[in-house]
């Protein structure tokens, strides 16, 4: 089957898409709204036009949701065909809030790179509707992320990555004309939907309307004050994420240059959140074996990852007694941070302000939770993501790609092993929690480290595991992006799970891929490969590879915690979880002046 | 008949202003254009044709910006080139009206170009038309003007969908309304139409998808099966609850049948603010939909649930009261009814008629009647048994009840036979296939001869073969029986549901309202009966817009009309003109709703999706429900599938418009 594409004969497959058609034989047509990754073609921004001659005459068609037919002669050139492509980009400028200097995307934004790519030259109409575009909401009332509307140009993708990989569809469309926005149902605001704040949608979003609450100026406030000790601490898989925002090969682990900058910028110490992995595997896998040998709620869901806590709470609450009560990584470094630390290093307790670089968007939320605070005081203090920090980092002169890597040296809470780094990937804390709950059950250590059925990138993986003599084999399973989670966890529900422990992370490929990493124009999670296997063989080359063999871990229980599950643990490291379902409902006559038709 | 004075149609320029040979559009009956309301000449119109003036004086310019502004409002603001190329063209149209500042005019002309050859839906294809026709034909017409307040303007966004429903519900919107995540809004929508929305969402005909242009593509969405989804998620799931409504009107309406007609009628007239009784002569509340539709394919709870809406909202049913048998009209209106809606429906079934036919027979059956009992014994949990072989005869929708509600019943074999060909059979085509799925033999080109009785029971049904004749000049093909084809189908039960017709008590001489010779009570547009303050609609009317039994959204669109007309006779003392309904009619009269021009099906396909059945072998003994309702995912996809033909009729007349602008 033959086609032409500017005066040259192609092949072309049975119901593709001129737009499929061109790319395959390399010819671009500017786009906006399609987003490949996830096969969406809403088909609104209407710019990938091109013309079509076929025997039915000559028509201009968008080539996302057309199919390309025998002997169609496709014009992706002319200039009727360049001119409406312009026109229609400046169309959708028109009604685009335009502060480009002052925007979250600024020089990372698709539309700009499509109105370069369609000649644009002049702005006719950026004044005419500019009104139009302020109207339209900014919604800060979510901790973690900010929803301005001002800047959206109804795309659609946010919405499409919440259903079809979150399966949490809590964004919606409101409005029509120029106020058209992405809305959050029938809830008051963002803070109270059914968003659990994941921040995958800032991922897909070409513009800033979708971005994560900047809290770098809080940060350089604590750096500036002379009553503030900072504390800074990061991700595992920060490591080999941060390189992504300075030009690094996807997955180049910058462990030392990151410790170097944060030095450089003023950080009174430096920790690992690895170490706080590590802990959390001694808490969280006592607990396993202790539901295990006591009859608890099993299976048990780990809770290291904030969107799906927030999913649990907010989508299937029924879930929650199955959920580990250790807190995450992030929730037990800051009490350690705050009352350990400062014991260990003769500090002022009261002083101290944790500041956490995550690739997470919702654990800025987490951070918010009342849950994880001491009389009032917060553990956590400040958040940043991977994309905020860089941007601190450009802020203060950093120059990542020259700075000399340091070690860390804090000689409490900075030790890690490979298992708490392997947390930064789907299948991580699995791993890390079989390797120490088969040592803590067997005394000896599993044989073959590398539990290979727990590893890859399928949404959902199970194996089965012989624990020894005492509980003998289990089923684990594995799983990431919450519409995976929902099915195991409804399957739990309904009684007919077979498994004991199942991971779940709330981003596709778990951290690697949050919320809150680097955004990369028209791709989706395109290194993940490469970035799970840099902390496979951070794991490998690491020289202790189970928490329970970190010496710092080993230090903390002896003098500090005094054993994992502890009711100091418990006080400390520990957290509940609350049914926070809504159930919308309006009377059908206060819902009906919400409709918006003409008739 | 109105003249034309100039206009653009179809890209081609009319001017007979000073031309010696009077030129129209083909094909486009200029007859329907004489008056929009009684002596209310229509002056323009224009849709997305273009524009046509038939009155010299009036104002293009101000005509097209009216028009325009419609087409603004109805942007839905998804696509790029209509959300904002309509804001920039209107704005373009207010500045020229004013006339205080130089129009650029071009700039006007290559917005609204773009509207038309990139937009995503109809509004924007379509919507600039006939401004484009002025701009290109008629620029020195575009004068401005002051406002004309002696003339009447009615627009109307409509498609072929919301054409083809007798509900004239607005069917791209409430999908739309799924696909951006508001089931709330969505059955909201259906709502302001009438309260039975997941009833109809399971049973309707569904007329519209017979006119969806996505058939030019790969296959009609599938609207019925969505609009029971937001149902289901909004109405059943109680995100949306019915509240008293505050009845700030003395006078009370009498409404006669507590059928879906008759519930939508006192649910309209309820939110208008007037007090409701309505009079059911059986002890439950439904009608046809209760005692006529087999549970498995409308569960009674979800139909209880949404008559539950007008109880709420302050109704009143009162039962086992039957017109012509405990009241009469006069009887109302002695207790005080300022007005009275008959919503009797056809509640009796009819026999075949055959020569020496015994309807005593036990097992001699009209499907009315089968159907009650049927739904008796389910709802007592204990179903009826036919013992020994069923024949239904008829090809409609009941016979697909009656044999699809006996198979699941009886202990031998169900036949259907029809005496036209399958084409023709008047049953939905999904329900004959599910009936073959569950066992029913069909026998069709296949007529009814005698009953044969022995033993004073029923053996079997004496039939013949049929074969269709030549086609008549309108190219219908008729029947006629084969000679010498008769044979005996040997069965114990026969079931007629072959037609039904109205109670004949139900009205006498002193009711003084006028039936036809099938006692169908004679109504005119307005659903007006020839007796003042009384109305009717439904099965038990004959009227423009249906004789006799009809469709469940035909009788409730025509309660929606009624209930309007209702109010403006106990407001005014007369009923009005409706401007919608006028439109439609406009629509029809002058051919004007053409299918889509431009070639849809090079559109990328995305195949329908198809309803989730409960397994043939589950559900042949079963009433549970055999149609499950979509998963969200599957209903975002459907939604996502709808290609929004929208179209802008607008109507410019000499006078105001009563009840319009």
Same mark, same amino acid.
């Given at each position: 089957?033959?086609?032409?594409?500017?005066?040259?004969?192609?092949?072309?497959?049975?119901?593709?898409?001129?737009?499929?058609?061109?790319?395959?034989?390399?010819?671009?047509?500017?786009?906006?709204?399609?987003?490949?990754?996830?096969?969406?073609?809403?088909?609104?921004?209407?710019?990938?036009?091109?013309?079509?001659?076929?025997?039915? $005459?000559?028509?201009?068609?968008?080539?996302?949701?057309?199919?390309?037919?025998?002997?169609?002669?496709?014009?992706?050139?002319?200039?009727?065909?360049?001119?409406?492509?312009?026109?229609?980009?400046?169309?959708?400028?028109?009604?685009?809030?335009?502060?480009?200097?002052?925007?979250?995307?600024?020089?990372?934004?698709?539309?700009?790179?499509?109105?370069?790519?369609?000649?644009?030259?002049?702005?006719?109409?950026?004044?005419?509707?500019?009104?139009?575009?302020?109207?339209?909401?900014?919604?800060?009332?979510?901790?973690?992320?900010?929803?301005?509307?001002?800047?959206?140009?109804?795309?659609?993708?946010?919405?499409?990555?919440?259903?079809?990989?979150?399966?949490?569809?809590?964004?919606?469309?409101? $409005?029509?004309?120029?106020?058209?926005?992405?809305?959050?149902?029938?809830?008051?605001?963002?803070?109270?939907?059914?968003?659990?704040?994941?921040?995958?949608?800032?991922?897909?979003?070409?513009?800033?309307?979708?971005?994560?609450?900047?809290?770098?100026?809080?940060?350089?406030?604590?750096?500036?004050?002379?009553?503030?000790?900072?504390?800074?601490?990061?991700?595992?898989?920060?490591?080999?994420?941060?390189?992504? &925002?300075?030009?690094?090969?996807?997955?180049?682990?910058? &462990?030392?240059?990151?410790?170097?900058?944060?030095?450089?910028?003023?950080?009174?110490?430096?920790?690992?959140?690895?170490?706080?992995?590590?802990?959390?595997?001694?808490?969280?896998?006592?607990?396993?074996?202790?539901?295990?040998?006591?009859?608890?709620?099993?299976?048990?869901?780990?809770?290291?990852?904030?969107?799906?806590?927030?999913?649990?709470?907010?989508?299937?609450? $029924?879930?929650?007694?199955?959920?580990?009560?250790?807190?995450?990584?992030?929730?037990?470094?800051?009490?350690?941070?705050?009352?350990?630390?400062?014991?260990?290093?003769?500090?002022?307790?009261?002083?101290?302000?944790?500041?956490?670089?995550?690739?997470?968007?919702?654990?800025?939320?987490?951070?918010?939770?009342?849950?994880?605070?001491?009389?009032?005081?917060?553990?956590?203090?400040?958040?940043?993501?991977?994309?905020?920090?860089?941007?601190?980092?450009?802020?203060?002169?950093?120059?990542?790609?020259?700075?000399?890597?340091?070690?860390?040296?804090?000689?409490?809470?900075?030790?890690?092993?490979?298992?708490?780094?392997?947390?930064?990937?789907?299948?991580?804390?699995?791993?890390?929690?079989?390797?120490?709950?088969?040592?803590?059950?067997?005394?000896?250590?599993?044989?073959?480290?590398?539990?290979?059925?727990?590893?890859?990138?399928?949404?959902?993986?199970?194996?089965?595991?012989?624990?020894?003599?005492?509980?003998?084999?289990?089923?684990?399973?594995?799983?990431?992006?919450?519409?995976?989670?929902?099915?195991?966890?409804?399957?739990?529900?309904?009684?007919?799970?077979?498994?004991?422990?199942?991971?779940?992370?709330?981003?596709?490929?778990?951290?690697?891929?949050?919320?809150?990493?680097?955004?990369?124009?028209?791709?989706?999670?395109?290194?993940?490969?490469?970035?799970?296997?840099?902390?496979?063989?951070?794991?490998?080359?690491?020289?202790?590879?189970?928490?329970?063999?970190?010496?710092?871990?080993?230090?903390?229980?002896?003098?500090?915690?005094?054993?994992?599950?502890?009711?100091?643990?418990?006080?400390?490291?520990?957290?509940?979880?609350?049914?926070?379902?809504?159930?919308?409902?309006?009377?059908? &006559?206060?819902?009906?002046?919400?409709?918006?038709?003409?008739? | 008949?109105?003249?034309?004075?100039?206009?653009?149609?179809?890209?081609?320029? @009319?001017?007979?202003?000073?031309?010696?040979?009077?030129?129209?559009?083909?094909?486009?009956?200029?007859?329907?254009?004489?008056?929009?309301?009684?002596?209310?000449?229509?002056?323009?119109?224009?849709?997305?044709?273009?524009?046509?003036?038939?009155?010299?004086?009036?104002?293009?310019?101000?005509?097209?910006? *009216?028009?325009?502004?419609?087409?603004?409002?109805?942007?839905?603001?998804?696509?790029?080139?209509?959300?904002?190329?309509?804001?920039?063209? #209107?704005? #373009?149209?207010?500045?020229?009206?004013?006339?205080?500042?130089?129009?650029?005019?071009?700039?006007?002309?290559?917005?609204?170009?773009?509207?038309? *050859?990139?937009?995503?839906?109809?509004?924007?294809?379509?919507?600039?038309?006939?401004?484009?026709?002025?701009? +290109?034909?008629?620029?020195?017409?575009?004068?401005?003007?002051?406002?004309?307040?002696?003339?009447?303007?009615?627009?109307?966004?409509?498609?072929?969908? =919301?054409?083809?429903?007798?509900?004239?519900?607005?069917?791209?919107?409430?999908?739309?309304?799924?696909?951006?995540?508001?089931?709330?809004?969505?059955?909201?929508?259906?709502?302001?139409? @009438?309260?039975?929305?997941?009833?109809?969402?399971?049973?309707?005909?569904?007329?519209?998808?017979?006119?969806?242009?996505?058939?030019?593509?790969?296959?009609?969405?599938?609207?019925?099966?969505?609009?029971?989804?937001?149902?289901?998620?909004?109405?059943?799931?109680?995100?949306?609850?019915?509240?008293?409504?505050?009845?700030?009107?003395?006078?009370?309406?009498?409404?006669?049948?507590?059928?879906?007609?008759?519930?939508?009628?006192?649910?309209?007239?309820?939110?208008?603010?007037?007090?409701?009784?309505?009079?059911?002569? *059986?002890?439950?509340?439904?009608?046809?939909?209760?005692?006529?539709?087999?549970? @498995?394919?409308?569960?009674?709870?979800?139909?209880?649930?949404?008559?539950? =809406?007008?109880?709420?909202?302050?109704?009143?049913?009162?039962?086992?009261?039957?017109?012509?048998?405990?009241?009469?009209?006069?009887?109302?209106? +002695?207790?005080?009814?300022?007005?009275?809606?008959?919503?009797?429906?056809?509640?009796?079934?009819?026999?075949?008629?055959?020569?020496?036919?015994? %309807?005593?027979?036990?097992?001699?059956?009209?499907?009315?009647?089968?159907?009650?009992?049927?739904?008796?014994?389910?709802?007592?949990?204990?179903?009826?048994?036919?013992?020994?072989?069923?024949?239904?005869?008829?090809?409609?929708?009941?016979?697909?009840?009656?044999?699809?509600?006996?198979?699941?019943?009886?202990?031998?074999?169900?036949?259907?036979?029809?005496?036209?060909?399958?084409?023709?059979?008047?049953?939905?085509?999904?329900?004959?296939?599910?009936?073959?799925?569950?066992?029913?033999?069909?026998?069709?080109?296949?007529?009814?001869?005698?009953?044969?009785?022995?033993?004073?029971?029923?053996?079997?049904?004496?039939?013949?073969?049929?074969?269709?004749?030549?086609?008549?000049?309108?190219?219908?093909?008729?029947?006629?029986?084969?000679?010498?084809?008769?044979?005996?189908?040997?069965?114990?039960?026969?079931?007629?549901?072959?037609?039904?017709?109205?109670?004949?008590?139900?009205?006498?001489?002193?009711?003084?309202?006028?039936?036809?010779?099938?006692?169908?009570?004679?109504?005119?547009?307005?659903?007006?009966?020839?007796?003042?303050?009384?109305?009717?609609?439904?099965?038990?009317?004959?009227?423009?817009?249906?004789?006799?039994?009809?469709?469940?959204?035909?009788?409730?669109?025509?309660? @929606?009309?009624?209930?309007?007309?209702?109010?403006?006779?106990?407001?005014?003392?007369?009923?009005?003109?409706?401007?919608?309904?006028?439109?439609?009619?406009?629509?029809?009269?002058?051919?004007?709703?053409?299918?889509?021009?431009?070639?849809?099906? #090079?559109?990328?396909?995305?195949?329908?999706?198809?309803?989730?059945?409960?397994?043939?072998?589950?559900?042949?003994?079963?009433?549970?429900?055999?149609?499950? %309702?979509?998963?969200?995912?599957?209903?975002?996809?459907?939604?996502?599938?709808?290609?929004?033909?929208?179209?802008?009729?607008?109507?410019?007349?000499? +006078?105001?418009?009563?009840?319009?602008?």
């Amino acid at each position: 089957m033959k086609a032409f594409l500017n005066k040259r004969e192609y092949d072309f497959q049975d119901g593709e898409s001129i737009l499929e058609f061109a790319r395959r034989h390399g010819v671009f047509i500017p786009s906006l709204c399609q987003f490949k990754p996830l096969e969406h073609r809403p088909a609104t921004c209407r710019v990938c036009l091109v013309s079509v001659t076929d025997a039915a $005459g000559t028509r201009m068609v968008t080539a996302c949701d057309t199919r390309v037919t025998q002997d169609m002669y496709i014009d992706t050139i002319s200039k009727e065909v360049r001119d409406r492509q312009r026109l229609q980009v400046e169309l959708i400028l028109a009604d685009h809030h335009q502060d480009c200097a002052a925007c979250a995307r600024h020089g990372d934004c698709e539309l700009q790179d499509l109105s370069e790519a369609v000649g644009l030259s002049r702005n006719r109409f950026a004044q005419v509707l500019a009104g139009a575009a302020a109207k339209r909401l900014c919604d800060t009332s979510a901790t973690s992320m900010l929803r301005d509307m001002t800047k959206c140009i109804r795309c659609l993708r946010c919405v499409e990555v919440c259903r079809k990989i979150q399966g949490v569809a809590a964004l919606t469309v409101d $409005g029509r004309g120029l106020g058209t926005v992405i809305g959050v149902g029938m809830a008051p605001d963002h803070n109270t939907s059914a968003c659990i704040q994941c921040g995958q949608c800032t991922l897909v979003c070409p513009t800033g309307a979708l971005a994560e609450r900047d809290q770098n100026d809080q940060v350089l406030d604590y750096l500036a004050s002379p009553d503030v000790i900072t504390v800074f601490s990061f991700a595992p898989s920060v490591r080999v994420l941060l390189g992504d &925002e300075f030009g690094f090969p996807a997955g180049s682990n910058v &462990e030392g240059k990151i410790v170097a900058a944060l030095r450089a910028i003023g950080a009174d110490v430096v920790i690992d959140t690895d170490f706080a992995a590590d802990v959390v595997i001694m808490e969280e896998g006592t607990e396993l074996l202790n539901r295990v040998r006591e009859g608890g709620k099993l299976p048990m869901f780990t809770s290291c990852c904030p969107g799906w806590i927030n999913f649990a709470e907010k989508h299937i609450p $029924g879930i929650l007694p199955y959920l580990s009560t250790t807190r995450s990584p992030q929730g037990v470094l800051g009490p350690l941070a705050k009352t350990y630390l400062p014991l260990r290093m003769g500090l002022d307790a009261k002083k101290i302000r944790n500041i956490s670089i995550m690739p997470c968007v919702a654990k800025k939320d987490e951070a918010a939770r009342p849950q994880l605070a001491r009389d009032g005081v917060p553990d956590i203090d400040v958040v940043l993501t991977v994309r905020e920090f860089s941007r601190l980092l450009r802020r203060l002169g950093v120059d990542l790609v020259n700075i000399a890597p340091e070690p860390f040296d804090n000689p409490f809470m900075s030790a890690s092993t490979g298992a708490a780094v392997i947390f930064g990937t789907t299948g991580g804390v699995m791993e890390a929690a079989v390797r120490t709950v088969y040592a803590l059950l067997n005394g000896q250590e599993l044989q073959g480290i590398v539990a290979a059925p727990l590893r890859g990138l399928e949404g959902v993986r199970t194996a089965e595991l012989d624990l020894g003599p005492e509980v003998g084999p289990v089923k684990l399973a594995i799983c990431h992006g919450l519409r995976n989670a929902k099915i195991l966890a409804e399957e739990v529900l309904a009684g007919t799970s077979p498994y004991t422990f199942i991971e779940v992370m709330a981003c596709p490929g778990g951290c690697i891929d949050g919320g809150g990493t680097s955004r990369f124009k028209g791709s989706y999670h395109a290194a993940k490969q490469r970035k799970q296997q840099s902390l496979y063989d951070l794991d490998h080359n690491m020289h202790y590879r189970q928490s329970h063999n970190n010496p710092q871990i080993k230090l903390l229980y002896e003098e500090f915690l005094t054993a994992p599950n502890s009711e100091k643990a418990h006080h400390l490291l520990h957290t509940y979880y609350r049914d926070r379902q809504e159930w919308p409902s309006q009377s059908i &006559e206060e819902n009906k002046r919400k409709l918006t038709l003409v008739e | 008949m109105a003249k034309l004075v100039y206009g653009v149609f179809d890209d081609v320029p @009319y001017d007979n202003r000073d031309s010696t040979s009077y030129q129209t559009p083909p094909e486009i009956d200029l007859e329907a254009f004489n008056y929009f309301n009684k002596d209310n000449p229509i002056a323009l119109f224009c849709n997305e044709r273009g524009f046509l003036v038939f009155d010299a004086e009036v104002s293009l310019l101000l005509s097209l910006q *009216k028009h325009f502004e419609k087409v603004a409002a109805g942007s839905c603001g998804k696509c790029s080139p209509c959300r904002t190329g309509s804001a920039l063209v #209107l704005r #373009l149209l207010n500045q020229a009206v004013l006339g205080k500042t130089a129009v650029d005019w071009e700039l006007m002309q290559e917005i609204a170009t773009q509207m038309v *050859k990139t937009s995503l839906c109809g509004v924007g294809k379509t919507g600039p038309i006939p401004l484009l026709g002025a701009l +290109k034909y008629f620029r020195k017409e575009l004068q401005p003007t002051p406002p004309d307040l002696k003339r009447g303007f009615f627009s109307t966004m409509t498609s072929p969908c =919301i054409e083809a429903c007798p509900g004239l519900v607005n069917i791209p919107r409430y999908i739309d309304y799924i696909k951006d995540g508001h089931t709330d809004l969505s059955a909201n929508l259906v709502l302001r139409h @009438y309260p039975l929305v997941g009833s109809c969402g399971r049973v309707c005909v569904r007329t519209c998808e017979q006119a969806c242009q996505r058939a030019h593509v790969d296959a009609p969405i599938s609207i019925r099966n969505l609009k029971r989804f937001a149902a289901d998620q909004a109405i059943a799931a109680h995100v949306l609850k019915p509240e008293p409504v505050k009845l700030e009107h003395e006078q009370r309406v009498a409404i006669v049948g507590a059928g879906p007609v008759g519930i939508a009628c006192s649910y309209h007239l309820l939110s208008l603010g007037y007090p409701c009784d309505i009079f059911e002569a *059986k002890a439950q509340a439904g009608g046809m939909i209760r005692y006529g539709i087999p549970i @498995y394919r409308l569960p009674k709870d979800t139909l209880q649930e949404e008559i539950n =809406i007008v109880l709420q909202m302050g109704g009143k049913i009162i039962f086992n009261q039957c017109l012509g048998r405990d009241f009469h009209i006069d009887d109302l209106f +002695k207790q005080g009814y300022a007005a009275v809606f008959l919503a009797c429906g056809c509640p009796q079934g009819s026999y075949l008629g055959m020569p020496d036919e015994d %309807t005593s027979l036990a097992t001699y059956e009209n499907g009315i009647e089968f159907l009650e009992r049927v739904y008796a014994g389910v709802e007592a949990k204990n179903p009826p048994v036919l013992d020994g072989d069923v024949v239904v005869v008829g090809g409609g929708n009941v016979a697909m009840d009656c044999c699809r509600a006996a198979v699941r019943i009886a202990k031998g074999t169900v036949h259907v036979i029809y005496r036209r060909t399958e084409a023709d059979a008047p049953a939905d085509k999904e329900e004959i296939a599910a009936a073959k799925e569950e066992g029913v033999q069909f026998h069709f080109l296949c007529g009814q001869d005698s009953l044969v009785v022995e033993n004073g029971k029923i053996v079997g049904l004496k039939v013949q073969d049929m074969e269709q004749t030549d086609p008549d000049a309108s190219g219908r093909r008729g029947v006629r029986p084969i000679a010498n084809s008769s044979k005996i189908l040997p069965c114990q039960h026969v079931i007629a549901a072959i037609g039904q017709r109205t109670d004949p008590k139900m009205l006498c001489a002193a009711d003084k309202i006028e039936v036809n010779r099938k006692n169908c009570v004679v109504v005119n547009a307005a659903q007006e009966t020839s007796r003042p303050g009384v109305f009717a609609a439904g099965d038990c009317t004959a009227g423009p817009r249906a004789q006799g039994p009809t469709t469940l959204i035909m009788g409730m669109g025509q309660a @929606y009309f009624a209930a309007r007309s209702i109010e403006r006779y106990l407001r005014q003392g007369e009923v009005s003109f409706d401007s919608r309904w006028r439109m439609t009619d406009l629509i029809n009269q002058g051919h004007l709703m053409q299918p889509d021009k431009e070639p849809v099906n #090079l559109k990328v396909k995305a195949p329908r999706v198809p309803v989730r059945e409960l397994p043939a072998a589950d559900r042949c003994h079963s009433f549970a429900e055999v149609e499950q %309702t979509m998963t969200p995912e599957e209903a975002w996809s459907e939604a996502a599938r709808c290609l929004r033909c929208y179209r802008i009729y607008s109507v410019v007349t000499a +006078k105001h418009i009563p009840g319009g602008e």
